[in-house]
């Protein structure tokens, strides 16, 4: 067996789990810890993911582009443009119920989906950007995924741990309240609409992040990209296995959904020739099925979010 | 983030038990990737059954090089990044192919040669992406298509239409990198040779109705519509549509709107005025070899990108076979085989081949798709002809320049 083979596969993957960890840590903040249903995932991901090319990439004739400013700066400003996205948007769709919330931000996605593809002159429309800097991009194949994926472990460890302080401070225990009564949270003198929007656009802007992380990743980027499949619902899917209000379950509930994901092509890989395009559907049913087993045993998730202090657990 | 250590840990201990049975030392492996599912799921199992006809020819006559197999690994791209990078990594570093047939699409090409295959040193050949940002890749002459640019069949079908004397057109494209690629193209050739663009509009994909969009190109005063879309798709509506409320006289579509749909759905009556242009193979003795032997294996030539995909799978197995399977000598392998000057070598000719092969005689493989005289980008120039119907199918009326 090929050690090296397996150990770049397993680089990689743990690269795309770094990635989906940040969405699945920003949705956190947005459904686990204030109760608000973002469907548009996609959206702010591809935000991030566009604005860090534009930043930081070559000059192109047919789109903006050429700034070449340093990485940080392209990071930067994803989170800060995806933020200043999420600010109008949120001002004006969380005022819905939940469930209109989910329908207002789907169309809020679909919209972002369709201004990148149409608005050439900005985004490069359908053919999309490429000659995107990678970090460490010249070193050899595997040095080179290893020092992107200290850079993704280092970023998603920060985030987790600011997110998890945030949590734990005074703000956290109100955002809780909030989400379990608003009522009650609102005749103690709390100002809940804008609290939300404040975890809205905090969710929104590591979205924006994990966009910039996958950009810079594969140098290029397309409106493929941005498949709700498999940039808003497959999150959606990590967060409620993993344990929605526990950033912890959020990042294994990444790893193991995308490690199912990829790993379950090998296997079914190993069936007959004849069936190998057929079998390759098997993988989507997989998920499927881990969600609704989830659901019906343990709709609580992987790791259940933590009761604090002495508060009666939620009904 | 141990659970994260630990989980992936888990997740290779779990591939390394799947994989552990010994592989054939003599046998090579090439993956091939495909939109299995996806956007382009109803186009991609045909792509993968030509390909996997010219793996069956090379194990059927002879093998590859000492007498191993040549093995097809599928990966699904499901023409998307995120897919495409994974099923690329999974080929190149679990199943060592040392060579890939695909992805697909444009963007999944785009990152899995950017992040997996181009890094890793492993030859790339895809027969359907079309953006012309693949040509701009800096792959280090690892990336090929056998299929051409849309470049070239934009500018191509604006040199035509310009010859025939339409020196005024309106252009309704589907906005996607195929339908715009090609738009962009046609609109650059048109306008330089003097003609007129007089309505110029991109479309989604899938609305019932395009007559406002219709009538809004209409208003330009052209005659003559520009259909850059897909016959069995939206592009079937838009020309029923101009034609039931007659907003144009001349219908032109590209390779995507040759579609027998087309002439099923409208009637052959309706469609005097219809004309498309599409890629063909030159020397038409391979396109007839790989009809027959396509045909025979159950599969239906007429799908399309099956000929490049054919020809992309048997051009790699020939380059395998020239490089001795030496993964570094892979690329310079591939422009020999496939340029002039040397013996040609027609679809199915595997034994022929690996006999001139040995002999260390030249070869010049003629694909189905064309010559596959690679530039320095990796790109092909397309060989297309301008068709018009005819009963139940299309004919060629002329060749393009």
Same mark, same amino acid.
């Given at each position: 067996m090929d050690i090296i083979g397996l150990a770049n596969y397993a680089v990689f993957m743990a690269i795309l789990i770094g990635i989906y960890a940040l969405l699945a840590l920003g949705l956190n903040i947005q459904w686990g810890f204030s109760g608000l249903f973002n469907a548009g995932i996609a959206g702010f991901f591809a935000i991030g993911a566009y604005t860090s090319a534009i930043l930081t990439s070559l000059p192109a004739a047919h789109r903006l582009g050429g700034f070449e400013l340093p990485l940080l700066l392209g990071w930067a400003g994803a989170m800060v443009v995806a933020a200043a996205i999420a600010w109008p948007i949120g001002k004006i769709c969380l005022r819905f119920r939940s469930d209109y919330l989910a329908i207002a931000t789907i169309g809020v996605a679909e919209i972002i989906r369709l201004v990148i593809r149409t608005e050439g002159w900005l985004t490069?429309?359908?053919?999309g950007i490429t000659g995107v800097p990678r970090p460490f991009g010249d070193l050899p194949y595997m040095q080179s995924q290893l020092a992107y994926l200290a850079l993704v472990v280092v970023l998603v460890l920060a985030a987790y741990l600011l997110v998890e302080r945030q949590l734990k401070a005074p703000w956290g225990r109100m955002m809780r309240a909030i989400r379990d009564n608003e009522n009650a949270a609102a005749a103690m003198g709390k100002r809940v609409a804008e609290r939300r929007l404040q975890a809205f656009v905090f969710g929104s802007a590591l979205m924006g992040l994990a966009g910039a992380l996958f950009v810079h990743f594969n140098r290029s980027i397309t409106p493929e990209a941005i498949d709700p499949m498999i940039a808003t619902f497959l999150i959606w899917i990590m967060l409620i296995l993993g344990g929605s209000g526990n950033n912890r379950g959020a990042i294994l509930g990444a790893a193991v959904i995308w490690i199912i994901w990829s790993v379950s092509e090998i296997l079914t890989?190993?069936?007959?020739? /004849?069936?190998a395009i057929q079998a390759k559907y098997v993988r989507v049913f997989i998920i499927g099925l881990t969600l609704q087993l989830v659901l019906r045993?343990?709709? /609580?998730?992987?790791?259940p979010e933590r009761q604090h202090g002495t508060s009666p657990p939620r009904s | 983030m141990n659970k994260k250590t630990i989980a992936t840990l888990v997740g290779s201990l779990l591939g390394a038990a799947v994989l552990a049975a010994p592989a054939h030392a003599q046998n090579v492996k090439i993956g091939l990737l495909g939109g299995i599912s996806g956007p382009i799921a109803a186009m991609a199992p045909s792509m993968l059954d030509a390909a996997r006809l010219a793996i069956a020819q090379v194990n059927e006559q002879g093998g590859i090089l000492k007498g191993g197999k040549l093995e097809a690994v599928v990966g699904d791209s499901a023409c998307n990044p995120q897919n495409a990078t994974d099923a690329a990594t999974k080929a190149v570093n679990i199943d060592r192919v040392i060579a890939t047939v695909g992805p697909h699409c444009s963007g999944a090409v785009l990152a899995a040669a950017n992040s997996v295959t181009v890094p890793a040193g492993v030859l790339m050949v895809t027969p359907s992406g079309t953006s012309p940002e693949i040509t701009k890749l800096n792959d280090k002459d690892l990336v090929f298509r056998t299929v051409s640019s849309d470049d070239y069949q934009g500018r191509a079908l604006a040199r035509t239409l310009k010859a025939r004397g339409i020196n005024k057109v309106a252009v309704a494209y589907l906005n996607n990198d195929y339908g715009k690629g090609l738009a962009e193209s046609f609109k650059a050739e048109f306008e330089a040779g003097g003609g007129t663009i007089a309505g110029y509009s991109g479309h989604e994909d899938g609305k019932a109705s395009y007559r406002s969009d219709l009538a809004q190109l209409a208003r330009g005063g052209a005659d003559t519509l520009v259909i850059f879309d897909y016959g069995d798709g939206t592009g079937l509506t838009i020309l029923r549509q101009a034609l039931e409320n007659n907003f144009f006289k001349t219908f032109i579509g590209a390779d995507g709107m040759k579609s027998e749909a087309i002439i099923r759905s409208l009637g052959e009556k309706n469609l005097t005025t219809f004309f498309s242009s599409a890629p063909v193979g030159e020397a038409s003795a391979s396109l007839d070899a790989f009809r027959k032997a396509f045909s025979a294996s159950g599969g239906n030539p007429d799908a399309i990108f099956t000929t490049t995909s054919y020809d992309a799978a048997f051009l790699v197995a020939l380059a395998i076979e020239k490089a001795g399977g030496d993964k570094a000598k892979l690329s310079e392998a591939l422009r020999s085989v496939a340029s002039a000057p040397g013996e040609p070598i027609l679809p199915g000719e595997w034994a022929k081949a690996k006999k001139l092969i040995a002999e260390g005689k030249d070869i010049d493989y003629k694909g189905a798709a064309g010559d596959h005289e690679f530039d320095k980008a990796g790109d092909v120039p397309g060989q297309y002809a301008f068709f018009k119907v005819s009963g139940s199918t299309y004919e060629a009326i002329a060749d393009m320049k």
């Open positions: 490069g429309g359908v053919r890989d190993r069936l007959p020739t /004849e069936i045993f343990r709709p /609580e998730g992987i790791l | -």
